[in-house]
């Protein structure tokens, strides 16, 4: 399995959100983006692939195994990460709340997401990281991104805690999105070497 | 410079784009993710790439050295092209209207786009292509994708005629968004070697 951990930092879990400006909702647009990036090929969902977004204090998780519709559009994706922040009221505990098919809330932080580490590679996009042709391709890769802002001292710290690979994809910043299409091109051609 | 050309099949250029339905205006949402995985990186534009978005009968074009503003969300780009298409009475004869700095139109269908090959590699992407690692990063490609749709039987045969290659960039069939944000990728480090 695939998964990728985006970092919100510019929204709130009780945000009004307006889907006529998305960019305004803490940059509801990129999240929306990487949720789409990572989960959908032309005309398909890829069901191997579990993204989660921490958004202050909640994980939205989408799960490419249990969506049953998933548009490319930012507005129609945002819609189901509006209702999603909508249903954190039903998250209690370490319960998650389901607010459509493939789609949860629950409460957490990155140290949560990160300290289950069975069977997995914990992968931090960073632009001083190692190429990532270096890597032999992981087989249960978990990537760490920010949104367009850099992440928190305390991110950093969780990361040098639990990171095993930091690596990087070029040497231009892409947008998170463009990251996690790069990062699934690497894993799709087994290290660019299968077409 | 790199280019892109991105053919849309469902788009009429007389469309009435309402900004809240952007993939009920012929995949407007589709097209628009092209426009800023060309020319978008984090924080910056590529000054050195150009997308030409080829709507019935008419070229619009994106130009990054001219580009004053381009935010990364759908919707303020598809504001941008529906301005330009709408400035589409001004293009007259082989004359490019130009509707906001660094976006135009003119007349124009993908034969007109390709036909002057002077200095420039015309690489159509294509699942059965040969694998892009085995091209050596061409100085000034120009990469041809279509939208949701597959090609024309007469764009196919434009292709037969003028592409110079065909190449995959993977097993998976990505959307022409991602396929564009690959192809950048391979570009930036000079064949998936320079990190």
Known sequence: MRRFVVLAHELSADAEINLDDLPGAGRLDLLCRCVTSALLLSHDIRTDVRIDLLV????????????????????????????ALGASGEAIGAMAATASPGVSIRKGDLESVLEDRSDRTIVQLHAEGRPVVELTPPENPVFVLSDHREFTDRERESLVEFADERVSLGPRALHADGAITVAHNYLDTGGFDAY
Chains 1, 2 share one sequence.
């Open 56 to 83: 202050d204090g909640y994980v939205v998780r989408f799960d490419g195994s249990e969506l049953r519709r998933l548009n490319p559009d930012e507005r129609s994706t945002a819609a189901l990460i509006r209702d």
